[in-house]
């Protein structure tokens, strides 16, 4: 009777500690329509922001306007920001460091 108590005890830990992980780690997704870079450039943008305990990752990917064309992305292992004004300026930043 004790070991099913054991096994039921670590099988339930297992779990507390997978879904604590899971809770951490933040996988946040935003899009930004109709972004002016500059006086001349309309772009859409998708940007994802991973922050865990481990490591933290950001993407952005360009697409001319209406998503008519792809344009590249810019990827960097940071976080971009906690809010999307900060996530749409670091992206509008570095448009200019994409890779196609």
């Known amino acids: 009777m004790l070991r099913k108590w054991s096994a039921i005890a670590i099988v339930l830990l297992l779990a507390i500690f997978v879904v604590a992980g899971a809770v951490h780690a933040a996988n946040t997704k935003y899009e930004f329509d109709d972004v002016t870079i500059d006086?001349?450039?309309?772009?859409?943008?998708e940007a994802a922001v991973k922050d865990n305990k481990?490591?933290?990752y950001s993407v952005c990917s360009y697409y001319s306007d209406d998503y008519a064309e792809y344009l590249g992305q810019y990827?960097?292992?940071?976080l971009a920001g906690?809010?999307?004004?900060?996530?749409l300026d670091f992206c509008v930043e570095n448009f200019g460091n994409r890779t196609e």
Request: hydrophobic share 25%.
């Open 39 to 45: 006086e001349e450039t309309t772009v859409e943008i």
């Open 54 to 56: 481990k490591s933290d």
């Open 75 to 78: 990827a960097e292992e940071t």
């Open 82 to 87: 906690d809010t999307a004004e900060r996530v």
